[in-house]
Structures are given as structure tokens and as C-alpha cells.
């Protein structure tokens, strides 16, 4: 909700005319999808290999760097200067200049000699910082305590803090077996109970690495279901398929958090619920070969963002069976351009099966179908008005004579709330057609649909001014004729019209 919150104070300074520079950095937030586009950026761009998790991605990293004897990890997680990562270095992306190609280094083996620690005492030290499993606010009465400071005085000074809790683990055994069989009266020092116990146990095995299978190996071949999951994740940790593909056939939730929506208005309908309907066609794509359980349907639980109390219970979705069963996954998968019109049909009806599959492939270029289906489908809902469509199809559509020098030259105000609103609604939901675009096998390619080929918040937000002031589609188009007709294509199949 705190990041609620900061957003809620963007869009009020953005509606109160306030400029961009003048928001505090602080209440900024990345653009909606990263974590799914930098794969695809690393990828199909910096053409480097790239690998998914399947559990914590800073144990699966550490436990890759210390195997394969990596220089260093270049990332922004503390964890990497607890964890044991060989001799490996960690280096801050928070502070990376890539003007002159320089960063800082943080060396776990100069921190524990400092604090006069073995390394291996460092997830001691962190575990009794406070962490994800056993927070701060548990710790305070301890952290008073060892630095000798009055309850009542609010502010805890970290610069004695942490030697003080050093001087502590310092003496506690270093054999981990030893160390074990005290943890109950080392729990009631630290957390007021022995049975707390647990808790640092947990806390020390989640900073060390645990050796992942990255073969299909111990899989019962002799059943379907179960080669079609090994396939998903093979394909997963490869970074074949984005990562939600691997977790529903795995029976894990779909998640989506907190992005750049305003819950105090209506006048737009939530991501969750605007392409809920494409989610349900997409888990049956996936789901369907899958035995169904004895209610005779596959649910899957949901944890979306949707406003205050959203989240305090999963929504159940059901999995829609395609109108006409799919060849199966491993066909859409494999078998090369032998089922390339079964993936378009598949993919285009999962829309909405109103749009026509044929006028859709043989006329829209392959940069604008994605923006293409998603605006017919929130255009469906009523929500937009016929320009604020205009204003993202005219962005997709000159984007190809936009370059990184143009764009970072254009203005960044002045900005419309309802603009940043209208376009997170838009992009948020291309990331599920990229999901669906996954599940059908790849009828486009990444390379093909990429959203930096037909977005760019900047010229979104100039293109939205310019449509919500009247201007032509010509006008919209920058006065270019091959601009011009890709964006009637494009327009008249979200309105399902002939131009």
C-alpha cells in the first residue's frame, strides 16, 4: 500500500499541472513489465544468455557465480555480500556510471574482517539485522539491548549497531552443529522465545545456496502431464518462455502487483479485471491437457492488484478450453511452421473472437498487432475515447522514425494524468498478450513484436495532447503517407471498420 500511496501523490502533482522535475524521485516507480522486458532486452538485444530461476534468483546467481567461477555479479541485493559466492565480486548497479564505467565493490571478506568475522558468520550478522524472515521491528528489544540504548529513544544508531551485534556473534560457536544445539537460548536472547528457533534456522538456510536440477531428470516420462511441466520448465530456465507460462502449469498463483492505477476513480477499469478474460482462454491453452480434478474444472488463483482489500483472499479464475481444441503444447512448441496457422488462430480468437484471424495476420504489420488486439480490446469495454485510441496507434505507428538521440530530445511535459493512467492500462495488458503470445507457441517472434518498436511514454504523452486537441490522423502521423496507412490498418481493425 506504500507504494500505493507514492503513486497516488504523482498523479495528484501531475493533475495539479506540477512538472515532472519538480516530484520528488522518491514517488517514482519503473514502468509496468521490466522484470518480464529485460529478459527480452538481454536477449534479443545484447544477444547475451540468459537463464530464469526457479526459486530465489540470488541463491540460483550465487550458487552459478561460485560454480562457474564468475568475476562478479553486478546487482543492487545486500544478500550477495552474506551469501557465499566464492571469490567472486559483487558489484552495485545503483551506483554504476556508464559514462566512465565505474561502480563500487563490495567485498564480503574485507566486511567480515572488519567486523572480525569468519565469513561464514556473515548470515548470522544479517539474520540478526533483521531480514525478510525475522524483521527489525522483532529485533528492536535485542538491538536496544546490545548497544545499550533506552527503550523510550526511538532513533537506533547503526553505526553501533552493527559492531555490537558482530561483538555478539562472535560468541557463538562456528561449528554449525554446535551452533544448532544453542539456537533455543540464542533465541530467547534475541527474540524473547527459544522457539524463535526456527525462525534463524530459516533465516541461515535462505542464505545458502541449494543445488538446483537444471535437467529433466527424475520426470515420469510415462506421463503426459508431467513431460509437458519438464518441457515448460526447461523452456522457463532457458528463457524460452516468459515466467508465468512455467508457473501456471506448475499450479502456482498469477500474480500481478501494484502499478500505476488510480483506485480512487472508475472511470478505467483495473488491469486485472480488463484482461481477465484473456487470462481464463490462456490458462485453457495451457491447462488443457491437464486430467481435470473431480469438480471438473481447473481454477487458478489469482493475487491482483485491484484497489484496498484486494489481496486479502485469492480470486479463483476458471481456465476457458479453447473454441476448438489446440494440437497440444508440445506441438505448438515444436513443430516449426507446420501448425504457424493453428498459433495464429489460437492466438488472435484468445483476443476476442470477434476479430478476424485472416485480416488481422495478412494486413496489420507484425511491430503493431500486439498494440493492435490490446486496444480492441479495452476499446471493447467502452472506457476509451475514440482519440485516446488515435493517440497510442499514432505513437505505435511512428515509433520506427523515432531514434534513442530524437526521443531523449522531446519534452517531458506537459504530462496528462489520465495519459500515464490510459497508457499503463495499455501496456500492462501487451505483457499478457506476450504471455499468451508464449503459450501459443510463437506465432510472431519477440523480435517482431518488441514494445520499444511501438511505444515510448514521451511520445505517448505529446501524441495524447495532439489527439486530444483535435489534431488530423495526418497530423497524428506526422505528415507521412507510409505512416498514414499503417495506422488505418490498425484502426480499422480495433474498430472493425473498413477505411
Known sequence: ???????????????????????????????????????????????????????????????????????????????????????????????????????????????????????????????????????????????????????????????????????????????????????????????????????????????????????????????????????????????????MVYAIMSGLPFESATSIEDFRKNDLPTFASATQPIRERIYGILLQEKPLPESGAHLVPEWCMAGPGSLDQPNYVPAMPPVSPHPGLLALWNDGQRYLSVRWSLFVSSVSHKLDVSRVRSTVPSYLVIPTLILFNINELGCLCPWEVDAMLATASCMKYYNVTKLAALPSDPVSARGVRVANLIMRSTFILYFLLASCGYPLTLEETAPWLFFDGKLFQIKYNEAGSGYSHSRLCDNRVDVLEVFQVARSVVFYNDY
Open 1 to 243: 500500500m506504500s507504494k500505493l500511496g507514492s503513486m497516488y501523490i504523482v498523479l495528484d502533482a501531475i493533475s495539479n499541472g506540477t512538472p515532472t522535475h519538480v516530484i520528488p524521485k522518491k514517488h517514482f516507480h519503473l514502468p509496468p513489465g521490466m522484470g518480464q522486458l529485460s529478459r527480452v532486452i538481454f536477449k534479443t538485444v545484447c544477444h547475451c544468455e540468459v537463464y530464469q530461476s526457479l526459486t530465489e534468483c540470488d541463491e540460483e546467481i550465487a550458487e552459478y557465480a561460485r560454480n562457474n567461477r564468475v568475476f562478479a555479479i553486478l546487482g543492487q541485493d545486500s544478500d550477495y555480500v552474506i551469501m557465499d559466492t566464492g571469490n567472486t565480486l559483487y558489484l552495485s548497479i545503483e551506483h554504476l556510471n556508464l559514462r566512465n564505467m565505474t561502480t563500487r565493490l563490495y567485498d564480503r571478506w574485507e566486511l567480515a574482517r572488519s567486523l572480525r568475522l569468519h565469513p561464514s558468520q556473515l548470515p548470522l550478522l544479517a539474520t540478526f539485522m533483521g531480514n525478510d524472515i525475522i524483521t527489525a521491528q522483532d529485533l528492536r528489544p535485542f538491538h536496544l539491548n546490545v548497544i545499550r540504548q533506552p527503550v523510550y529513544n526511538r532513533n537506533i544508531n547503526f553505526r553501533m549497531l552493527v559492531p555490537n551485534i558482530a561483538m555478539f556473534v562472535r560468541t557463538l560457536p562456528l561449528d554449525e552443529t554446535q551452533l544448532f544445539s544453542i539456537l533455543p537460548d540464542v533465541a530467547i536472547r534475541t527474540l524473547g522465545h527459544h522457539s524463535r528457533d526456527r525462525d534463524i534456522i530459516t533465516s541461515l538456510y535462505s542464505y545458502k545456496s541449494h543445488a538446483i536440477d537444471h535437467k529433466r531428470e527424475g520426470i515420469d516420462m510415462n506421463d503426459h502431464w508431467s513431460r509437458l511441466v519438464a518441457e515448460a520448465r526447461y523452456r522457463h530456465q532457458i528463457n524460452e518462455l516468459p515466467s
